[in-house]
């Protein structure tokens, strides 16, 4: 490989020293005061109330591990105080002040959790004095900004032990998140012990093997799979969140995602079986039996036991992705519906939702699930989780329910974070950590009153591609530290070039705790526009670390730079490189390849604008001369619910031999080929002349080029492209509306 062209663009952030501290999160206030203090002397640990002694406690263990012995001269010691007081005014739960000066640091809050989140920021200012030997005198007066800051681990698809969810607890609490969402129950596996019904782990927690390979492709292993937690371990697992001031939320998914339990006890569901822990992912159509009384007395046993041991104020009780097939032909559920004038399936979730909330409410606790538990009409005491983007959480909070935000969108780090040429296999999707940064948790269509009902926000790791800690680490981190910042720091602190500045200060640190935290931060990435001229690409690599961009070309073309970027013409395949100071980055090399046709970025128009999880490029993404990857839905493809028509400028008049369009097809996905595609051409963008429709036959997943051969001379071409409407019987999510991607309009 022969770099032909070599050049560097500014990036967007210099390696200075950090003036203050680099704090994750940033806190609300931050002062510098006169004056460093110097931390190679002892350190004398003071504690005001039970609690305060308590906690320093807790601490001396943490600090003893930030320096060792010979970071320690002589002299009066330095008293580290924490001081819980009674303040004279209100203060927001969480609130605390950290003082340092010359001679002493002290935190004061009115409570033992302030006192814990001022202890969490003092241990990155201890950890920054080791690495500059003092910190600056300062003031700091913080509290969070929303109360629910969660992180979310499912342990069904693959199973972690006991210690590495301490050790994921800890990270959650080094950031001050103060929600862990346990997954423990689906389709794959029953991952908690019931005492009263002992087959659920016995039967429930164990597969015939896993699905291997991408989600499409329906392969399977034959390793048997399995695990579960003690209620001896859950105890422990909740006791140790509890003294980090993380609550845990435990979720026993139903009424759907039910498999495990039906193999255990198959008399649960509507047909009696058989059934089989699940080893491949996705939607099954057996669900628990809505109109089976049995049903509902087993699930309060198992609630009652769940209570007893997560003393928390909610429960999530899943909700999501139920199918009503089973109910629609059920005896028993048809009979629920008549007697209690339920005019749907959906109403008879309802039911099902509002029964299981009556027994929860009764032993003074809340349900909390997926956004589906809004259809048919929403429990009157429940939670919304938004996960299918903000809508679920805006209606819940419009009608005075409390909502968490959770957008796949955003939240979602099973995610890919950086080229999926370069990383782990992962369920699919694009999120880094610049997109969990810059997320909103509360819509803009809420008033003050409304928002009052976003409670925060939550990001969740779906573990069926992710098999070790490692990798689950790997996934959290960095984004779970975008993500505190987002939920803790006063939306007007927010800064991102300031996050990244201190977040690849923090790198060294998640190495000291032996965190396989991804390094996609550092991966260049390329940003296609439409060129000055028509038929050009504008080709820019914004950077968010080190000290510049080495970018070459292969094969050799001749491209112009002007003060934004690379202005391509043709074809090319680019590739690029982040440095520090000299040295390549421990990201991979990234690279794309652009092919050009007579459409490629020339001007383009849509009746519809994609759906804005997977709209991010807009629709210059449909001529900007790269093929979309059937991996990379969230990047490369624009995706609708709904008929849209594309019409692209030329130019000029040209002769045409041919027009087309990609399509995917991922069917596992609700992602369907359209119905058809209609093709026609114009001289002036007014009058067209129909060129024939092109319809999709094909079971083949994957993609597909739609297009049809002609000879005509046009300056527009114009495809109106048919959404299935609704996906067909048979096929994952039938009767919901299924998803139109497309990609790059060729017109040759």
Not at 171 to 200: C, V
Not at 206 to 234: A, M, W
Not at 279 to 303: H, K, P, S, Y
Not at 616 to 642: H, M, P, S
């Amino acid at each position: 490989m022969r770099p032909i062209l070599l050049f560097f663009l500014l990036p967007l952030l210099t390696h200075a020293q950090l003036a203050v501290p680099g704090i994750i999160p940033a806190p609300a206030e931050l002062t510098l005061t006169k004056g460093d203090c110097r931390l190679d002397r002892p350190w004398k640990l003071i504690g005001t109330s039970i609690e305060a002694k308590a906690l320093t406690e807790f601490l001396s263990t943490e600090i003893s591990n930030i320096r060792s012995a010979s970071d320690v001269v002589s002299g009066t010691p330095l008293p580290i105080i924490l001081e819980q007081v009674v303040f004279d005014t209100l203060v927001p739960d969480g609130y605390y002040s950290l003082g340092v000066d010359l001679d002493r640091i002290t935190i004061t809050s009115n409570s033992e959790q302030g006192l814990f989140y001022g202890t969490r920021t003092l241990i990155q200012l201890l950890e920054y004095a080791k690495e500059h030997h003092s910190i600056p005198c300062l003031v700091i007066v913080d509290h969070p900004r929303f109360s629910w800051r969660g992180m979310h681990l499912d342990v069904v698809r693959h199973f972690f032990p006991v210690g590495f969810v301490k050790k994921y607890i800890n990270l959650l609490a080094r950031y001050k998140m103060n929600s862990f969402h346990w997954h423990l129950t689906d389709d794959q596996g029953w991952r908690i012990e019931i005492k009263q019904h002992p087959k659920l782990t016995a039967v429930g927690g164990q597969r015939k093997g896993s699905q291997v390979g991408p989600y499409g492709r329906l392969e399977y292993d034959s390793i048997p799979y399995g695990g579960f937690y003690t209620q001896e371990q859950i105890r422990e697992v909740v006791a140790y969140a509890a003294a980090r001031h993380i609550n845990v939320v435990p979720e026993i998914e139903m009424p759907g995602h039910a498999m495990a339990a039906l193999a255990a006890y198959p008399e649960l569901g509507c047909t009696g079986g058989p059934y089989e822990v699940q080893r491949g992912w996705g939607v099954f159509e057996d669900v628990f039996c809505a109109g089976n009384d049995t049903v509902f007395t087993m699930l309060e046993d198992i609630l009652s036991e769940v209570m007893d041991l997560f003393p928390g104020p909610y429960i999530h009780i899943g909700g999501d992705e139920s199918p009503k097939d089973r109910w629609k032909v059920c005896p028993k559920c048809q009979a629920r519906m008549n007697t209690n004038g339920l005019k749907d399936e959906h109403e008879l979730q309802s039911y099902f939702i509002q029964r299981i909330e009556n027994y929860v409410n009764s032993k003074g606790r809340n349900i909390i699930g997926w956004d589906e538990i809004l259809e048919g009409g929403l429990a009157p005491n429940a939670a919304v989780m938004s996960w299918r983007g903000t809508e679920g959480g805006v209606a819940a909070a419009k009608s005075g329910h409390d909502a968490v935000m959770s957008p796949g969108s955003h939240c979602y780090f099973d995610h890919y974070q950086g080229d999926p040429a370069n990383e782990p296999l992962a369920f699919g999707g694009y999120t880094t950590v610049q997109k969990v940064y810059s997320y909103e948790p509360v819509p803009e269509e809420l008033n003050a009153e409304q928002a009052n009902h976003i409670l925060g926000a939550q990001g969740n790791i779906w573990t069926e591609y992710i098999l070790t800690p490692e990798h689950v680490e790997y996934m959290l981190a960095p984004r779970m530290l975008a993500l505190a910042e987002v939920l803790w720091t006063p939306k007007e602190k927010r800064d991102e070039a300031g996050f990244i500045e201190r977040l690849e200060a923090e790198f060294p640190r998640l190495d000291a705790m032996n965190v396989n935290y991804s390094k996609s931060l550092y991966q260049v990435s390329f940003k296609l526009s439409q060129g000055t001229a028509p038929g050009s690409i504008l080709v820019r690599t914004p950077y968010y670390g080190g000290s510049g961009v080495k970018v070459w070309q292969e094969p050799e073309v001749i491209l112009e730079l002007d003060g934004s970027g690379l202005t391509v013409r043709s074809d090319a395949v680019l590739k690029a490189h982040g440095y520090i100071n000299g040295g390549a980055t421990p990201a991979d090399t990234s690279s794309i390849t652009l092919r050009f046709n007579k459409a490629t970025a020339q001007k383009i128009t849509l009746s519809a604008q994609p759906n804005e999880r997977y709209g991010e490029g807009g629709a210059f993404t449909l001529v900007d001369g790269i093929t979309a990857q059937e991996k990379r839905v969230n990047t490369e493809w624009l995706g609708w619910k709904e008929n849209v028509t594309i019409t692209v400028d030329l130019g000029n008049e040209q002769d045409i031999n041919s027009i087309g369009i990609g399509a995917l097809n991922e069917t596992h996905s609700w992602i369907h080929l359209p119905e058809q595609v209609d093709i026609a051409t114009s001289l002036d963008g007014k009058d067209y002349s129909p060129y024939g429709t092109v319809k999709a036959e094909t079971s083949n997943s994957g993609r597909m080029e739609l297009g049809k051969e002609l000879t005509a001379k046009a300056r527009y071409v114009r495809l109106s492209v048919k959404h299935k409407a609704t996906i067909p019987d048979g096929f994952q999510g039938a009767g919901n509306p299924s998803w139109l991607f497309l990609d790059e309009v060729t017109v040759r």
